[in-house]
């Protein structure tokens, strides 16, 4: 599947928000089950949303120990228009070639490589798999 | 406390960004206590984050079930900088006249009546108790 194919669970109108350079914020559940609220950057490929996350951060811990995760993210165009995908991180990848945050820095900044890696950082792509949405605007 | 004072909660120098009219994503727990997340707009008093809800939206009964939430804006003059407010709910308030919702209205879209209101909504007040920040940036 593309980017440019509809997904069965995106609704229609929705999916070009998926290409935007708006941030997606991600709610995740906290080691007692709180929920933890985290704007990132992102991708979507045409199946999951991927956002980069290195392996000290909370985010990437919860998600080990819960997988259910929601994002929100609103048209940059148009405040009143937003949408919710409520799904499940189906899968996380090792970035060792740093290739995804690259590849978000290049979104995002228009830089070729991210420039804030620290050494030592070890970095992960999140994929998450949408099941439900809910929305706003037209 | 006037919302120019220093809240104990949050941190000296992020304090700006609850004035802003950011759009601020709502992180709660759904019945089965799954992630959830919605932008809304919201105003600061100094010592809470309010934001408007009816009485119908699943937001609303979420956190009458599980109070806890967090709430995450980005400085719309700085995407690199954010701030997350985790907290609870610690008291929802009646708005039969739209006091408030109104009130936001001003804020958001510069008019003295909320044009989206529907005869019938109940609109409820909520008030978060920030317990506890992360954020980023400058």
Redesign the interface.
Known sequence: MTTQEQHPVIPEGYTDLLGTTA?I?????GPN???????VWFDWDGEHVKFSQTKTRQKYRNVQRDP?????L?DPED?YR?L?I?GEVTKIEDDPDLDFINAMAKK?LGMDEYPYHQPGDERVVVYVEPHHT?QMGA
């Open positions: 941030l914020h991600v709610a995740t559940l089950g709180e929920p933890q609220s985290t704007p259910r995760i929601a994002l929100s609103v405040p937003y919710e409520r995002y809910t």
